[in-house]
């Protein structure tokens, strides 16, 4: 239940990693165009895609997360990274709008909080869960 309102908490007050970074444009208010018959519905859904960096020694990396009920390995629903050129392991994952707490596993064995993601609760076992949200 606390991690529940925690979540519940940061999706309103928390905005994803890099938001509000793309320039000194940012702050200007845009008339957005009206939507017209035949234009397509706006966003539902976020695109993201999570790195890991510095374990291209290891022999697997999963993504998993509140958003696949914290799967443990691809078959109950982790999400498989694949190891670039750079060493470093990538996957991009589609979600609905809200708030996700997620962890890589490495090796299978190994569950780690994102080092690059500084938004994170209390995991409740003396760890953090990071936290992505979606704003579409």
Known sequence: MR????????????RPPGYGKGGDDDDVAVDAP???AGDAPPATTCDHTFRLE???S????????????????PANGAV????????????THT??????????IVDGTSWIA??????GV???FGGRNSLYTCIP
């Open 80 to 91: 498989p990274l694949a190891l670039g050129g750079d060493g470093a392991w990538t996957v």
């Open 58 to 73: 290891a022999a697997s990396v999963w993504l998993t997360g509140s958003f696949i009920a914290w799967g443990g390995d």
């Open 3 to 14: 991690v529940v309102l925690v979540a519940s908490l940061l999706l309103v007050a928390c």
């Open 34 to 36: 009206k939507a017209t």
């Open 54 to 56: 510095g374990e291209s």
């Open 114 to 119: 994102d080092p690059a993601n500084p938004d």
């Open 95 to 104: 979600f609905d709008a809200g708030a996700y707490l997620y962890k890589f």
């Open 122 to 124: 209390d995991d409740g």
